[in-house]
Structures are given as structure tokens and as C-alpha cells.
């Protein structure tokens, strides 16, 4: 009797150490690394979900940005974080599909060193050309690259990111040549393409809409499949009426991911979070406004998502031969 009397006591101790310990780590401060700069896509499409989501789980989340090497630098942080739920990753199909299979020694492998938690959104990229370029089409654009190959160059937000690869994919299969000037972000990209020192620009719409909207820049085509609502009027690549970009189609995609090995209460606890947050109307208005549009789903649909869009860029990498230093 007092032995179980013993153990009742012991167990009812534990709980009462476990039980603060739980309620401590809920309430603690979560740091989001963005791997690309404020000002960027990744980090405009953040803050609406992050602010609602503090809301969520009742905790402070702060965003941490950390650009360089097409996402990889931010990204190897979190792969290296402890998996208690306090240090998360934006990622992004530039650092968790491209940029691994694009450099030749990546510091982490993107389908074992992280846990899906939710993918989130998806966006289109715009081929967008400074006005001083003389093409008002993107049919008269491919025309004049192989006209004047080699004297209009192109700006991206860094080397293995998804404008990278989508130019890159655009040369290849048009056979034209523009070079390539990388920058670290996009933010830092554009007020060179708008000044007139780069020429074109293949990125997002949510970077490209304010440009193109006031004519600052003239936007070309989507690469997406269909029309964007923000840009109606600008038609897709596949409608450009060049035969080479019929099957055209390329688009970003955002997500939350943890450090391996995060345990499975608290990738549901996120991702039941995250699915809710990003439904909210203010979210779901704010990420649309900005062009993108809302996925959602679990973590096991993110992860057979990572797995096809891995296999995907790195056998075009493959094939159009990109390479970085």
C-alpha cells in the first residue's frame, strides 16, 4: 500500500514537472528564419501569415532574415537547429528543390534534414523587361535575344532561386542568350532593372505587380498556367504564340518546415495552426492581393510534394547544364 501509495506520488510529481515544462515551451518565443531579405517575395508573403499566427498559437514569432546562396545559408540553419518547435524555416522551392541540387557541395540534403510542417502558397513569376528594351511581346522578345544575343542581361534574386532557374529554363528552351546578374534578393535586384543597368527580370508577381501596374516596367508574360487576377490583362507564356514555350509552366511555392526530428505533436500542432491561419479571410485576402494563392494540406502531402518538385528542378538542371560556383 504505501509502495503504490510511493509511485502515485512520483507519477503525480512528474506531471507536475511535465506539465509547466509543456506550457512553457507553448508559450515560448518562436524565430522563423526567412532565408531571403525583408523587402523580398518570401518575406512579404510572411508577415500576414506570421501575424495571424502569433494570434494562434499565443506566441511571439520573430522573423529572422538570413539571405545568401539562393536560400541555402538560412535554410543550413535551421537543418542544424534542436527540434523543440522554437526555430522554424520559410521555405521556399529556390532552397528546398533548386538550390540543393544546383550547388555542387549543398550543406544540408532538402528531403532528409528538415520536417514538412505545412506548404502554404503558391505564386506565378512575370517576364518583365525594362521600357527602353524594344520588345512589346514576349514573341518579340525571343526575336530580338536571338537578333542581339548577348546584349541584354537579365537580374535574379540569387543564384539557384526560382528566377534563376525559370530564366534559365526560358534561354534553354527558346535558344536565346541573356547573361546572368544575380543579386541577393529581389529587393535588391529591382531598383537596378528599374533604373535601366539590367534589362529584364523574371520574378514574382508580387514583385513584379507594382512595377508593371504603373508602367515603370512592362510586363511580358506569366509563367504560370493560367492568368493571374492581379495582372488580368498580361497573358501566360504558353499563349505567347512562340511554338518552344507551349508546355511553358513554372511557379513558386512557400512553406514552414522544422529541424528533423521535430516530434509529431508538435508538427500537427503547427500544421492545424497553419491550415487554419492561412483561411482566415484577412490572410486569405492578403495573400491573394499580393498574387499568390492559397494550398494548405498536411504534412505528408507537403512531403510528397518536396519529393516530386526535387526530382523535377534537378533533372532540368541536368539538362540545361546550370552550374554555380
Known amino acids: 500500500m504505501r509502495r503504490s501509495r510511493r509511485r502515485l506520488c512520483l507519477a503525480a510529481a512528474g506531471l507536475a514537472l511535465t506539465v509547466p515544462a509543456l ?42 532574415n538570413k539571405p545568401g546562396a539562393g536560400g541555402l545559408t538560412g535554410a543550413a540553419e535551421v537543418a542544424r537547429a534542436a527540434p523543440d518547435g522554437l526555430t522554424l524555416a520559410w ?54 535575344l536571338r537578333r542581339e544575343p548577348g546584349r541584354w542581361d537579365y537580374a535574379s534574386s540569387g543564384n539557384g532561386t526560382i528566377s ?20 541577393r534578393s529581389s529587393a535588391q535586384g529591382l531598383p537596378d ?16 505587380r507594382g512595377p508593371a501596374g504603373d508602367g515603370r516596367a512592362r510586363a511580358l508574360a506569366l509563367t504560370s498556367a493560367e492568368r493571374s487576377p492581379v495582372l488580368p490583362s498580361v497573358p501566360t507564356v504558353r499563349e505567347s504564340g ?24 508538435q508538427v500537427q500542432r503547427l500544421n492545424a495552426a497553419l491550415n487554419k491561419v492561412i483561411r482566415q479571410p484577412e490572410v486569405d485576402a492578403a495573400l491573394r492581393q499580393a498574387g ?25 538542371i541536368r539538362q540545361i547544364g546550370v552550374k554555380v560556383d
Not at 164 to 179: G, N, P, Q, V
Open 242 to 265: 512562340v511554338p518552344e514555350l507551349r508546355d511553358f509552366e513554372a511557379s513558386g511555392w512557400f512553406g514552414i518546415y522544422g529541424p528533423p526530428g521535430l516530434p509529431a505533436a
Open 164 to 183: 534563376h532557374l525559370i530564366a534559365e529554363a526560358f534561354k534553354a528552351t527558346t535558344r536565346t542568350f541573356s547573361a546572368h546578374i544575380p543579386y
Open 91 to 144: 521555405g521556399t522551392v529556390s532552397n528546398h528543390a533548386i538550390a540543393p541540387s544546383l550547388y555542387p557541395n549543398p550543406p544540408y540534403d532538402p528531403l532528409r534534414d528538415f520536417t514538412p510542417i505545412a506548404l502554404l502558397c503558391s505564386v506565378p513569376h512575370v517576364v518583365m523587361v525594362h521600357p527602353a528594351v524594344p520588345a512589346q511581346t514576349l514573341a518579340e522578345l525571343v526575336a530580338l
Open 292 to 316: 499568390a494563392s492559397v494550398i494548405g494540406g498536411t504534412p505528408e502531402a507537403f512531403a510528397d510534394h518536396n519529393r516530386r518538385e526535387v526530382q523535377r528542378w534537378g533533372a532540368l
Open 23 to 64: 506550457r512553457a515551451q507553448n508559450t515560448a518565443r518562436i524565430r522563423l528564419v526567412i532565408p531571403f531579405s525583408a523587402g523580398a517575395t518570401s518575406d512579404l508573403l510572411a508577415r500576414p501569415i506570421v501575424q495571424a499566427l502569433e494570434r494562434e498559437l499565443g506566441q511571439t514569432i520573430v522573423i529572422d
Open 193 to 208: 532593372f528599374l533604373a535601366g543597368r539590367v534589362h529584364l527580370m523574371f520574378d514574382t508577381v508580387v514583385v513584379s
